[in-house]
Every structure is written in structure tokens, then in C-alpha cells.
Nanobody, 120 residues
């Protein structure tokens, strides 16, 4: 399975972006069963989980993005989305999707992220 994130770019402070991540090569039944997450990473820092969506559609967000970001999924398209509103300079990072794993164990390799740059 190849995780392919897209939708990043340069946006001004307060702007919006919508990220997509497709799990290419995944079987529908497998993707549907997985809890998925969006992560972000800034050079020199650890990867941070910002949003998660369970296989049943339950949502959870980090405090840093709560109220501004919204995660969703389309199992038929094997895609996870991240709607990002009211963007701030501190949201600048490479964004990735992968399974949500509280123990840090992933069946799928990390794909190439998509860079979000917020100018202040």
C-alpha cells in the first residue's frame, strides 16, 4: 500500500486548505477497518498526531488544532481528508496520513507527505 498525500501549499495566516490522502493498493475491506490519522512533522521535531478517525467514524483532535481542523474519510475512495481552517504560522509542517496506532506500530509504510506553509 502506498499512502499518497496531496493538497498542501502556501497559504496566508487565517486561510484554509484541504488535504487528501489516498491509500493506493489497499483493499476496500482492509481500509474500512482501519483507524486513520493525520500527522505532521517539522524538521528537527517528532511526528505529531493531529487528528484521528476510527473505522466507526469517531473523531479526535489534538488541542492545537481542535475547532479548526476536521478529519473525514471516504472508504469507497480509500481516502482520508483533512480540512484545515483558520491556519496559523505554527501549522507549517509536512503533513502525512497513516493508520492511527497508539503503540506506534504501522502495517503501512509512511508515504510522501504534503507540505503546508502558512505565511504570517
Amino acid at each position: 500500500v502506498q499512502l499518497q498525500a496531496s493538497g498542501g501549499g502556501l497559504v496566508q495566516d487565517g486561510g484554509s486548505l484541504r488535504l487528501s490522502c489516498v491509500a493506493r493498493g489497499s483493499i476496500f475491506s482492509v481500509f474500512r477497518s482501519k483507524h486513520m490519522g493525520w500527522y505532521r512533522q517539522v524538521p528537527g521535531k517528532e511526528r505529531e498526531l493531529v487528528a484521528q478517525i476510527t473505522s466507526g467514524g469517531e473523531l479526535k483532535y489534538s488541542d492545537s488544532v481542535k475547532g479548526r481542523f476536521a478529519i473525514s474519510r471516504d472508504n469507497g475512495k480509500k481516502t482520508v481528508y483533512l480540512q484545515m481552517n483558520s491556519l496559523k504560522a505554527e501549522d507549517t509542517a509536512d503533513y502525512y496520513c497513516n493508520e492511527y496506532s497508539p503503540i506506534g506500530s504501522y502495517d503501512w509504510a509512511w508515504g510522501q507527505g504534503t507540505l503546508v506553509t502558512v505565511s504570517s
